[in-house]
């Protein structure tokens, strides 16, 4: 871990190919590498970060859109369970009327392999607007993603 003067924090998570779930909303980090194959299902990241890479992570299957189910509450807290999927906080819960409207600090995506399935697609669409609605510097690498638009 690197972090700053208190203000972002880096990881580097190469070494836990195991790890299956990462979940770090309401934390600062700016941003994480995850192992080569890393069996991640779950991953929450937090409005701040800026670079995310993830290569072959093939048990990471949708994006999750929705916000409302990301966090337990006090009336949930004993049975609540994640839902599995990527959530990005103020970029995958984006709608039409609210990209580019400034949520994401998000400057690099490099997802190489792996199973988004469909909603690959919808992730990079999402970034496209963003980066044709305010001229953001974004990179962008989706590289041999399986798609499978028609399930």
Do not use: H
């Not at 779950?42 to 999750?64: D, F, G, M, V």
């Not at 995506?109 to 001229?135: C, E, F, M, V």
């Amino acid at each position: 871990m690197k972090a700053g003067e208190g203000s972002t924090i880096t990881l580097d998570l190469t070494s836990s190919e195991k790890l299956q779930e990462f979940r770090a909303l309401g934390s600062n980090l700016a941003g994480v590498t995850f192992a080569d194959g890393v069996a991640l299902d779950t991953i929450y990241l937090p409005q701040s970060i800026t670079e995310i890479r993830l290569i072959e992570a093939r048990k990471l299957l949708n994006i999750i859109t929705d916000n409302t189910n990301v966090a337990p509450t006090l009336a949930n807290f004993s049975s609540w369970t994640p839902p599995k999927g990527l959530y990005i906080a103020g970029l995958t819960d984006l709608t039409s009327e609210t990209i580019g409207s400034g949520q994401t600090n998000i400057n690099i995506l490099n997802i190489q392999g792996g199973s988004l399935n469909y909603d690959s697609y919808d992730l990079l669409k999402i970034l496209y607007t963003i980066k044709t609605r305010t001229g953001a510097n974004l990179k962008i690498n989706l590289t041999d993603v399986n798609w499978k638009p028609f399930v």
